[in-house]
């Protein structure tokens, strides 16, 4: 929601990126605010981890018939991977669902299963679940074949694409083209393949309604810290490797229930990593925090800091007095209190123009500085020596 508003998409019409009330992000999603053509390349997860998956979502479903769980576990166990990714309802629809759950049903009751290993082993194995599988994974690799807009890139062997890219000089039309990689609307189940992309990177002359420049800004959406429990406690080295790229990170937390696990640990991370310079924290849902000692914007500001001093102290043993300093100067000049993101703010209501203040202030904060570079002055220069041993090797 926050990427919504500093990009300047319609939550409606466009409803990019997508957003929901639990997990929604499971691709890295780079956004680029640039003039010039409207463009987007996709990249999707490889054949065999998205086979993979689906057998563990057969595994799911079968292991819970086993266990005479009601039917409506094992059908929402085939609906979605158990870490919330590959979501084959989105892909397949719902129709498929109750026929696949009596396929595995009629191979249980010829031959009840044993345990979880044994159930594993079965949907490898039994030429009727084997072939379910198979048969799931063929009509996922269909939905390809739907998409309206674009190019595809297979791989070497033509038969599952790698990704995808598109072109157009029309904003309608990109959003239209990227809805079904990137959405997650329930009336678009059985048509969204965005489940299966890994990677999305979207450029074209975007900016926030309350701004009238495009920003010159690249914004990297990940998956939420948290969303895999291990990331709770501590970053994933994939994640402390994106973090090491970015200019600017902005730890993003629900202001009605602040600075849990997840935004501590990241917190601790960036200062251990020496990045505490590039840190900022955010809360949304600000308008939501409400009781009987908070009544105005200055009460919930007061709650919030509150609240991020209660997680800098609870660091004091990981990171010294010193950087403990460091890490509360930095929060007391990059904290942002936002609220009302879900609409188009209009800064003719009070309090949203007070949201639009502290949006541009991040904005200022986030915006690269461009310097451009003369190379007018520059020339090669060989070393003899070098060159003769290049020449050999």
Excluded at 29 to 45: H, Q
Excluded at 116 to 132: C, F, I, S, W, Y
Excluded at 271 to 288: E, I, N, S, W, Y
Aim: charged residues 25%; proline residues 5%.
């Amino acid at each position: 929601t926050l990427v919504r508003q500093l990009i300047g998409t319609d939550p409606v019409a466009e409803a990019f990126p997508a957003t929901s009330t639990f997990k929604t992000t499971t691709a890295e999603t780079e956004i680029l605010c640039a003039p010039g053509t409207y463009y987007a390349v996709a990249v999707f997860a490889e054949r065999n981890r998205v086979r993979t998956e689906i057998e563990d979502c057969v595994v799911s479903a079968a292991a819970a018939l086993a266990e005479g769980r009601p039917r409506e576990v094992a059908r929402d166990s085939l609906a979605a991977h158990n870490d919330e990714r590959l979501r084959l309802e989105y892909v397949l629809g719902a129709d498929w669902l109750d026929a696949a759950v009596a396929t595995i049903e009629s191979v249980l009751q010829q031959r009840p299963a044993d345990g979880l290993a044994e159930v594993a082993e079965r949907v490898r194995t039994e030429p009727t679940l084997r072939d379910l599988v198979d048969h799931l994974l063929a009509d996922v690799a269909a939905r390809f074949t739907t998409l309206r807009y674009g190019q595809l890139l297979t791989d070497t062997d033509e038969s599952w694409p790698r990704c995808w890219r598109f072109a157009t000089e029309e904003r309608a039309t990109l959003f239209a083209a990227i809805r079904r990689l990137a959405g997650n609307e329930r009336g678009s189940h059985g048509t969204l393949l965005s489940p299966l992309v890994e990677a999305l990177r979207v450029r074209g002359p975007l900016h926030p309604t309350w701004a009238d420049e495009i920003p010159y800004l690249m914004t990297v959406d990940t998956e939420g810290l948290g969303h895999v429990p291990l990331t709770a406690a501590s970053l994933p080295l994939q994640v402390v490797e994106q973090l090491r790229r970015a200019d600017r990170v902005i730890v993003v937390d629900d202001a009605t229930h602040p600075m849990q696990a997840a935004p501590v640990a990241a917190l601790r991370q960036l200062v251990m990593a020496g990045q505490l310079d590039k840190l900022a924290l955010c809360f949304t849902h600000a308008d939501a925090v409400a009781g009987p000692n908070v009544v105005t914007d200055a009460d919930r500001q007061a709650l919030l800091r509150r609240a991020v001093n209660q997680a800098v102290q609870s660091l004091r043993d990981d990171l010294g007095d010193v950087a403990l300093a460091g890490l509360a100067r930095q929060l007391d000049n990059h904290l942002f209190v936002l609220g009302h993101l879900e609409r188009r703010l209009d800064v003719r209501v009070p309090a949203e123009a007070t949201v639009v203040t502290e949006l541009r202030r991040m904005l200022d904060w986030l915006r690269a500085e461009r310097t451009t570079i003369d190379l007018s002055s520059f020339r090669p220069v060989y070393r003899l020596n070098d060159l003769r041993s290049r020449l050999l090797a």
